[in-house]
């Protein structure tokens, strides 16, 4: 499972969001949440570009503070056991894809 920190008001989030959609629709479940963010900017934000989330939530600085998140977007993979097993600071693009995030999710599965 991944989670992703992003906001709509976040340019490098745009960046990544087609990337989501990708794992999403490749069947990996994605939990989105949403920081600092206005609930109807970001509803109209997953309205425009698809939401690869299996669910949202509004979180504030603390939450933030409670993963170490520094910024927006930054996106954990979660293994089964609830272990954080990769943190992608910045946006999920096809490097980070192909080089990081894939080769942690084989790790993870055996294959």
Known sequence: MLVN???SW???CRVEHPYLMKLA???????GLNYRDDPGDATGFLAQ????YIGVAAVDGRTSVDWG???VPETYLIDGDGKIRLRIVGPV??????RQLRPALSALTGG
């Open 93 to 98: 693009t096809k490097q980070v894809l192909e």
């Open 49 to 52: 570009l698809g939401n690869p």
């Open 69 to 71: 998140v520094y910024g």
């Open 5 to 7: 920190f992003w906001a």
């Open 25 to 31: 629709a490749g069947g990996l479940p994605i939990v």
């Open 10 to 12: 976040c340019a490098p």
